[in-house]
């Protein structure tokens, strides 16, 4: 076999890359191809903030392998015939590419009838442990199916190609820019850096500094604790093979964390694959008949709905396309259980501004707090008020993101309609879009538990 074509997806980066290291193995010759794919536009998935990530991602990418003799070949268009066009141009007799588990990505690879290399997103790929018991394809509860994750080998970590050769002649666009890959909207004013170089700083430096720790900070609010690695996972810019790796050479409880929040990663991820369908229904439906009110999911989205914690949380998530995952869980609580809005509003917000915006995560983790989904306890409801004193107790991470209430003091930030009238004036700041035991009665008529 002379030429075969690496197909980049969900895995811009060059070490431990199994697709393109399987591609150098079967070829003397391989195109490493991206295709913009329209269809991810189309549907409205191309979003700022995750075009500019993936610009940077895909910049980089080029760059390290021009640095091996090669380049990566951009072409724009349905996936499945740009693929089968570079490969009639170049006589490719194989494409790789790594699996993926929605619903889009499986019609994709059924279309492209090509072998998959099995190592996709995920450390464990969906379907290689499942529960016993007939029928079973997927397991629907997080901590058996950790036990059984936690005993599955890791492959070792595949080195970066020393050289790539790349086929004389074969046409490429010009590396797009974030504005040809999402012409309309703007990104937020402080996303992070993309691309593998970023993503391995980042994961360096969080190694010395955060690591250790993170089994006792990873809820800590204001201490901005946990990795931040999750855009580059979902874009591949970083393997969790290889993060697996580094963090099990450590011994520290920390790393133990870190690797058990990786290993939630792939639970929702081999939910979809077996349950495509959860992308947009309920995976458990409660028979829910939602409320939507448009003045009260405007305040949510725009950080006004007179709770504090909630509203710092949502300005994060606005300014910055990534919260704290405390922060998201509480703010998709208190729309989904105290509204009592649907989770598919939410989850689609989320998914137009976050930049790891991802149909598993992002879709599986907002029905897991809704309770449609993989919760065990699919009723708690999290109040915003015992959240912010657990998680913010001296209101810093508030007065950082609500900084109009920046003049009240350690925990008296979280209440601000508490203060006395004329003080209450003193602050443009609204006052609660509802009550918390009026929000929390009302749900639990609605899941007929009053
Ligand atoms: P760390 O705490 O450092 O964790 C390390 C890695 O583990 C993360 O980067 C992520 O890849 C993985 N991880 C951690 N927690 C989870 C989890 N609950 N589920 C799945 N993987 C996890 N994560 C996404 O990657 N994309 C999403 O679109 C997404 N949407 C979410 C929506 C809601 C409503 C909630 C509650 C959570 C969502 N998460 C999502 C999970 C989690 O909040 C983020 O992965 C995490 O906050 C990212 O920050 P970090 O990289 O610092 O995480």
Redesign the pocket.
């Known amino acids: 076999m002379d030429v075969a074509i690496c197909l980049f997806s969900s895995d811009l980066r060059l070490h431990d890359q199994p697709v393109l290291h399987a591609a150098l193995r079967s070829a003397t010759q391989v195109v490493p191809l991206f295709v913009v794919d329209t269809g991810v536009a189309d549907a409205g998935f191309m979003v700022p903030n995750r075009a500019a990530f993936l610009a940077d991602a895909l910049a980089d990418l080029d760059a390290g392998l021009r640095g091996r003799g090669g380049r990566l070949v951009i072409r724009t268009g349905d996936v499945v015939t740009e693929t089968c066009r570079v490969a009639a141009e170049t006589g490719a007799g194989e494409v790789h590419l790594a699996a993926g588990v929605s619903g889009y990505a499986l019609r994709r690879e059924r279309r492209l009838g090509t072998e998959l290399t099995a190592a996709g997103r995920a450390l464990v790929p969906p379907g290689a442990v499942l529960p016993s018991g007939p029928g079973k394809d997927h397991f629907a509860v997080f901590t058996p199916y950790f036990r059984r994750w936690q005993a599955e080998g890791l492959r070792s970590v595949l080195p970066a190609p020393r050289s790539v050769r790349v086929p004389a002649g074969v046409r490429s666009e010009d590396v797009p820019s974030a504005q040809v890959l999402c012409p309309d909207g703007t990104p937020s004013p402080a996303l992070p850096a993309g691309g593998e170089q970023a993503g391995r700083r980042r994961f360096t430096a969080w190694q010395r500094s955060g690591l250790a720790d ?1 089994q006792d900070r ?1 809820d800590d609010l204001p201490g901005d604790a ?6 580059y ?2 874009f591949g810019c970083l393997s ?1 093979v290889e993060l697996v790796h580094k963090a099990s050479a450590r011994t520290d409880p920390g790393a133990e964390a ?1 690797v058990r ?2 290993a ?2 792939d ?2 991820h081999q939910v979809l694959a077996a349950r495509p369908d959860a992308a947009s229904a309920d995976y458990r439906t409660k028979g829910d008949r939602w409320r939507y009110d448009e003045a009260e999911v405007t305040a949510w989205k725009e950080g006004r709905t007179g709770y504090p914690v909630v509203d710092a949380g949502m300005r994060q998530l606005l300014h910055e396309g ?4 405390r922060a ?2 509480l ?2 609580s208190f729309l989904t259980k105290t509204l009592y809005v649907d989770w598919r509003v ?2 689609r917000h ?2 137009d501004l ?1 930049v ?3 149909m598993a ?2 879709q599986l ?2 029905q ?2 809704a309770g449609t989904g993989t919760d065990t306890r699919p009723n708690r409801v999290l109040n915003p008020l015992v959240q912010a004193k657990r998680f913010d107790p001296r209101g810093e991470y508030v007065r950082r993101w609500v900084p109009e209430l920046s003049a009240l003091a350690g925990a008296a930030v979280h209440q601000p309609w508490k203060l006395s009238g004329p003080e209450r004036a003193a602050y443009d700041y609204p006052d609660p879009v509802v009550d918390l035991a009026d929000g929390l009665l009302r749900f639990k008529r609605a899941r007929g538990l009053e």
């Open positions: 993170y990873q946990t990795s931040r690695l999750s855009s996972l979902h969790p870190f929040q990786l939630w990663r639970f929702h990534w919260l704290h995952n998201r869980m703010v998709a939410g989850a989320f998914l976050l790891d915006g991802d995560n992002n983790n907002w897991w707090v």
